[in-house]
């Protein structure tokens, strides 16, 4: 068995995975720019990836722009001004000095605000009215029209959304959980394998990987899937076996019986190979964009709080440039 084909979009974003084509198939088919589109599921389905390809579904050529706010990230002040700009500098006049925010930068083209059930009553008010009017006022100044865009919105759930909010977004699409399409896992272990340079993995990983619930979604399975490609490949460029070995030492380590044989009775296996670290380490992105918490993420791994904090501000560390 091959990588599924996928579903190009346009030169940089592309979609793999049966239910995410056919949505995006479906949204193309329906809704024409400006359009007030929103997006609802668990953290890691891949909601951000599906808005950003339908943008350039939208606009094809590329040259549209396209603003991203994570919502979740920001305090009520800054979000302000992320969203509708600022005049002047803080407590000062303006000066003629102008910043504008997402939405006027996005002009033309498509603001995706992520998790929008993390705003204040204030900006989901603001945000309500400026869905309705075109207009927006900057933080610090007056209002203001801006120039049409499309407003692609994710959330938790539709239930989360400020009320004010859900009214506003005509089309809505639920993102299920990759335990609710299960053919999705399949084409999506083939698409991170093959990224990873290990196609040659057996059809019985993929069954296998596709059995579990991966509570991560396609985050998680991304971050298992490149972590078996490198214990292969790894055992490939030793040079202490062949191709051939690592294929037949793989179908027998993912066979159905083996799997069966080795799942502890009343609990669901987790993929092979995948250390509380990992699994830690895959949800870090998540914790620092405001998707999910710390208690959620020791949680799901079965870790203790202590030592998943101490690896998340590891991670963290890391992932900050040096020199700040």
Not at 33 to 59: D, M, Y
Not at 97 to 102: D, E, H, Q, R, T
Not at 186 to 196: G, S, T
Request: glycine share 12%; hydrophobic share 40%; with cysteine.
């Amino acid at each position: 068995m091959s990588a599924p084909a996928l579903l190009p979009a346009n030169d940089g974003v592309r979609v793999a995975g049966r239910w995410a084509r056919s949505a995006l198939e479906d949204l193309a088919g329906k809704t024409r720019p400006p359009s007030r589109v929103l997006l609802a599921g668990e953290g890691g389905t891949g909601k951000l990836h599906l808005a950003r390809a339908l943008h350039f579904r939208w606009h094809p050529d590329g040259l549209s722009p396209i603003e991203v706010v994570r919502c979740a990230g920001f305090g009520e002040e800054g979000l302000l001004a992320e969203l509708f700009g600022r005049e002047g500098r803080s407590g000062q006049p303006s000066r003629g000095l102008y910043w504008p925010g997402a939405l006027e930068r996005a002009r033309g083209g498509t603001a995706i605000l992520a998790h929008i059930e993390a705003l204040s009553p204030r900006v989901a008010g603001m945000l309500a009215e400026y869905l309705d009017t075109g207009e927006l006022v900057p933080l610090g100044g007056d209002r203001r029209s801006s120039g049409p865009c499309s407003v692609i919105a994710t959330a938790c759930s539709f239930d989360a959304v400020p009320g004010e909010l859900l009214s506003r977004f005509p089309v809505r699409v639920e993102v299920p959980p990759l335990r609710e399409r299960r053919a999705d896992t399949e084409d999506l272990f083939w698409h991170f394998a093959a990224a990873a340079g290990a196609g040659f993995l057996p059809a019985g990983a993929a069954a296998r990987f596709a059995s579990l619930d991966w509570p991560g979604n396609v985050r998680e399975l991304r971050a298992a899937v490149e972590t078996e490609a490198r214990r292969w490949l790894s055992r490939l460029a030793a040079g202490t076996c062949t191709r051939e070995d690592l294929e037949r030492e793989a179908a027998e380590a993912w066979s159905g019986e083996k799997a069966r044989a080795d799942a502890p009775r009343g609990r669901t296996v987790r993929a092979r190979g995948i250390t509380k670290k990992e699994r830690i380490l895959a949800l870090a992105a998540a914790v620092a964009g405001g998707e999910i918490t710390p208690e959620e993420v020791a949680k799901r791994a079965g870790a203790s709080i202590i030592y998943t904090r101490r690896l998340l501000r590891e991670a963290a560390g890391a992932a900050r440039p040096s020199g700040t």
